[in-house]
């Protein structure tokens, strides 16, 4: 069932607030009026309407005032103007400023109905230029227009790699987009005409990976029923992408090695080898050397696949991005959805900007899909990120941990911290939150040499 447009009404005049209400609901509308100009600007902000109807003459605000006030609540929402004819210049000039229409007083009940039908149709014509704008960024350009100086050093040197056929490390926390940028490297090559493959090394169990990797020959096993071509052979002339592999089990390693340095593979169960020139990219979130150190990744694969290598800088140090993240998420959205938001309020923004984002690119473009699907505003605002906000600010510490690597002592060390400053240092009100009995606080607190503002009433019991 379709949802009947929401109208606004506001005059000065309660006679004629009352009048169009009334007109205006008759006609299958759902209106709602008011006198006061400020009282509409705070039903604004709780509240959703498809079009405001509203006098030009005021008394508490006039005219581009007015308007400039609804745009700074709601950025596309749509305004109506009412005007006596000694305003219509002013009408004019609102309409130059972002009005969506006027009418000159008094006027016919058919011609307001004509103008509400022209501002609806144009507020689904601005939501149909959203969507065809999402649908024709296509391009082999990134879409997104990065303005920290760390992104775009990271997409310079990708374009550049990808004027040569050398091996690309892409490293990177989880969820920056080193997806993204390797993609960018395949657009802007040679290759970009043939496949694109890729594989997440983090899947893939060590007795499968190299049947993944290089293909299965009919009967090579029980279950190998027909040929099946590895994603090197998928790949052939264009670009494989190796996700993850630092995850790459160690034993499949050498047959890597061996295939990066002959263009060629041998399918298990196979009796010869078969041309795979594949250009590689591969990321990793973790340390590679690190896994060398710990005997879990060779260093001649590790050189071999280190030749250019793009680092990616987390979203937390670079905050000018993400007006741009957003944006296009937003865009992505419109290409798969009949009703999309606009924009973003100047508010939410302002909110976006501030987080730290652990979860990174990932994280965001996440929040901006929930909000969307259960917003009720044409601008998206701060109270419909709020469950998100709520749940990812409980998960800020463990994803932040994550990407720290933080041991099981530090974890508890940073979360008692917080607990203890939520409570302002008080120990009783902390052993609360925290389920455990005084004693338990006093003695974890001195096992992780938490350091606290008040001094325990109760000895603490060290360990040993």
Known sequence: MTRSPTLFVLDDDPAVVEWLVEMLTELGYQTVGETSALRALDFLRTRRVDLMISDVEMPELRGLDFLAAVHREQPAQLVLLMTAFGSIDLAVECVRKGAVDFLAKPFRIEALTSAIQRALRERQMRHEVVRLRAAMSESTEPRLRFRSPGMNRALELARRAARSDLPVLITGESGVGKGVLARVVHDASPRSSKPY???????????????????????????????????????????????????????????????LEVRAVRPLGGSREVLADARIIAATNRSLEGAIREQRFRPDLYHRLNVVRIEVPPLRERPEDIDAIVDQALADLATRSELVPLGVSADAMRFLRARSWPGNVRELVNAVQRAVALTEHDVL?????????????????????????????????AYLTKVLAKTGGHKGNAAKILQVDRRTLYRKLAELDVVTDRPPSVPPTRKG
């Open 197 to 259: 493959v890729q594989l997440n090394c983090a899947t893939l169990p060590a007795g499968l990976a190299e049947s993944e990797l290089f293909g299965v020959r009919k009967g090579a096993f029980t279950d190998a029923r027909e040929d099946r071509p590895g994603v090197f052979e998928q790949a052939h002339e264009g670009t494989l992408f190796l996700d993850e592999i630092g995850e790459l089990p160690l034993e499949a390693q050498p047959k890597l090695l061996q295939a």
């Open 381 to 413: 605002r701060i109270e419909d990120f709020e469950q998100d906000i709520a749940v990812s600010d409980a998960g800020d510490l463990l994803e932040d941990a994550l990407a720290r690597e933080m041991s099981l002592a530090d974890l508890e060390r």
